[in-house]
């Protein structure tokens, strides 16, 4: 019998969801240089009071990448009332748009689960000195 996941593990940062098997789908290379790009892309992408990317931050819930090569993302904030609410999905949606291939973009703000700093990768918590 496989182990079972516990509430107590810490969050995925981010899961990249590929076409379904069965699908027109994406040839392996195309898909896996896409998931690259796209994660390059969100890397660019500062939260403005924090010195960490939001990819780092885990403020990337998911990415969907669907057969014709439309993109998906959910994304939070630190913070419901965080001042760039309203800017930072259109900073997403701009990234994510520069990367060659991507249809397009829709970028979903969801706040459930809520943001915590467990979901900050190891990289996020070095550069903000919370190891």
Known sequence: M???PTDTAAPETTAVHQPQPGGTGLPQGELERLTTEITVALKTIYDPEIPVDIFELGLIYKVD???DRNVAVDMTLTAPG???AGEMP???ENAVSLVPGVGNVAVN???DPPWTPDRMSDEA???LDWY
Do not use: H, N, Y
Request: hydrophobic residues 50%; negative net charge; contains cysteine.
């Open 65 to 67: 990448i669907d057969d």
């Open 82 to 84: 965080c001042p760039v």
């Open 90 to 92: 259109g900073w997403v």
């Open 109 to 111: 703000m969801v706040f």
């Open 2 to 4: 496989e182990d079972q």
């Open 125 to 127: 918590r070095v550069a």
